[in-house]
């Protein structure tokens, strides 16, 4: 059974970058079969997908976030990793990386999701 | 970007007693291929939020029978046939038809 879990610095200063990573454990990043996606959720307000990537192909970024966002695979690690750039309070939340199957002519839901990692930015 | 409505934004439930929460976009989801892509997602207090629905009306593995998805282009509807206390939580739909991916609102469910 695949397991995500997110870890990173649990403070960032403003205008400083985020970063985190989601370790995948029970199943292999390298496959073509699933979107890995970073979601959040900020204090007071609901869900905002960030972006998504899948292995050896596409990366899709949320227009809000597209300047300062990347979304990269480490295949050697089996991990996927979230930069954002530049953050302000804005981007206090609780991130979330999940999984999202696909397969020829059908896309599922995000079926698999990590525990989520609080970043509070402040000075 | 797809805009995704859901109503009501809060809803005190009775245990026993069924539920009902409406999701609407002001696109419609429904893909070529015949799949409406729209997923329902419980946020429970304390943990990840979890996949309930996807492609509008097939339940996720694991999930209770009383969940359902229903609905098809701009209107859906998940209902829980009777509301058990574990229940409680924000739920929200996503639509997945095409990027930005986007959720609504959410609706705050709780127990009476």
């Known amino acids: 059974q695949v397991h995500l879990q997110e870890s990173g610095p649990g403070l960032v200063k403003p205008s400083e970058t985020l970063s985190l990573t989601c370790s995948v454990s029970?199943?292999?990043?390298?496959?073509?079969?699933?979107?890995w996606g970073w979601i959040r959720r900020s204090p007071g307000k609901g869900l905002e997908w960030i972006g998504s990537?899948?292995?050896?192909?596409?990366?899709y970024y949320h227009p809000s976030f597209k300047s300062r966002v990347t979304i990269a695979v480490d295949t050697s690690k089996n991990q996927v990793s979230l930069n954002l750039t530049s953050v302000t309070a804005a981007d206090t939340a609780i991130y979330y990386c999940a999984r999202r199957g696909r397969a020829i002519n059908v896309i599922y839901g995000f079926e698999v999701w990590g525990q989520g990692a609080k970043v509070t930015v402040s000075s | 970007d797809i805009v995704m409505t859901q109503s009501p934004p809060s809803l005190p439930v009775t245990p026993g007693e069924p539920a009902s929460i409406s999701c609407r976009s002001n696109?419609?989801?429904?893909?070529?291929?015949?799949?409406?892509?729209l997923d329902w997602y419980l946020h429970k207090p304390g943990q990840s939020p979890h996949l309930l629905i996807y492609l509008g009306s097939s339940r996720a593995p694991g999930v209770p029978d009383r969940f359902s998805g229903s609905g098809s282009g701009t209107d859906f509807t998940l209902k829980i046939s009777r509301v058990e206390a574990e229940d409680v939580g924000v739920y929200y739909c996503?639509?997945?038809?095409?990027?930005?991916?986007?959720f609504g609102g959410g609706t705050n469910v709780e127990i009476k």
């Open positions: 029970g199943g292999s990043i390298k496959t073509t079969n699933y979107f």
């Open positions: 696109q419609s989801l429904l893909h070529s291929n015949g799949n409406n892509y």
């Open positions: 996503m639509q997945g038809l095409q990027t930005p991916l986007t």
């Open positions: 990537i899948v292995y050896r192909a596409n990366t």
